[in-house]
């Protein structure tokens, strides 16, 4: 399962580096996962009294956090975010269904 997961990253970043750098990010992900488990862990989205659009706004934030946005843009994200829905009178979910 290692192996495949591994692969997939590989290929996900095939477009974005050069060959040099798969090799050397196809080297550290095997090194640093030589002899380790994978297990599928299957975890639903439970409600922790949040509003959809606050649960989703807060997973918009976490992945562009991991892309090293920094925390004053990451502020502005939310804010502008939150200005859009309270100006429309809109939820995410129904705005996303028009697309």
């Given at each position: 399962?290692?192996e495949k997961i591994?692969?997939?990253?590989?290929?996900?970043?095939?477009?974005?580096?050069?060959?040099?750098?798969?090799?050397?990010?196809?080297?550290?992900?095997?090194?640093?996962?030589?002899?380790?488990?994978?297990?599928?862990?299957?975890?639903?989205?439970?409600?922790?009294?949040?509003?959809?659009?606050?649960?989703?706004?807060?997973?918009?934030?976490?992945?562009?956090?991991?892309?090293?946005?920094?925390?004053?843009?990451?502020?502005?994200?939310?804010?502008?975010?939150?200005?859009?829905?309270?100006?429309?009178?809109?939820?995410?979910?129904?705005?996303?269904?028009?697309?």
């Amino acid at each position: 399962m290692v192996e495949k997961i591994l692969e997939n990253v590989i290929n996900e970043m095939v477009p974005h580096l050069k060959d040099k750098q798969l090799e050397h990010l196809r080297n550290m992900l095997y090194i640093n996962f030589y002899g380790k488990q994978v297990c599928d862990q299957w975890a639903d989205l439970v409600s922790k009294g949040e509003r959809g659009d606050e649960a989703k706004l807060r997973m918009f934030i976490a992945s562009k956090k991991a892309v090293n946005r920094q925390d004053n843009t990451l502020k502005q994200y939310s804010r502008e975010i939150l200005n859009m829905l309270n100006f429309l009178g809109k939820t995410l979910k129904t705005l996303l269904a028009w697309i």
